[in-house]
Nanobody, 127 residues
Framework: QVQLVESGGGLVQPGGSLRLSCTAS????????MGWFRQAPGKGREFVAG????????NYADSVKGRFTISRDNAKSSVNLQMNSLKPEDTAVYYC????????????????????WGQGTQVTVSS
């Protein structure tokens, strides 16, 4: 497993932007598929975006396609989530997740497939 630390959450007005970052504690970061999930009050945790270990493949929830962009820097053991055109319904705690997957370039969308999680960072979209 790997320890993950998120940063970059906060309060933003509708239509604004935020950039979330997640840094991993160990090496071999390039062998991990990375995902971002979110959990709104009273709701279950849902998949937001994922990035394969090579960075060649991405996967997004329909609700964020065209607005959010996931990227990674394996040299810095970090993954980012650029969120643009934010809406009030994007309000949630956002979690970074990692799965050790050294031989596949696929992206799981189910939270049960990710053994490692960050502590979460709050994103609030409100005027």
């Amino acid at each position: 497993q790997v320890q993950l630390v998120e940063s970059g959450g906060g309060l933003v007005q509708p239509g604004g932007s935020l950039r979330l970052s997640c840094t991993a504690s160990r090496g071999a970061f390039g062998a991990f598929v990375m995902g971002w999930f979110r959990q709104a009050p009273g709701k279950g945790r849902e998949f937001v975006a994922g990035l394969s270990r090579t960075g060649r493949n991405t996967n997004y929830a329909d609700s964020v396609k065209g607005r959010f962009t996931i990227s990674r820097d394996n040299a810095k053991s970090s993954v980012n989530l650029q969120m643009n055109s934010l809406k009030p319904e994007d309000t949630a705690v956002y979690y970074c997740a990692a799965k050790f997957q050294p031989f596949e370039d696929t992206i799981p969308r189910d939270e049960v497939d990710y053994p490692s999680w960050g502590q979460g960072t709050q994103v609030t979209v409100s005027s």
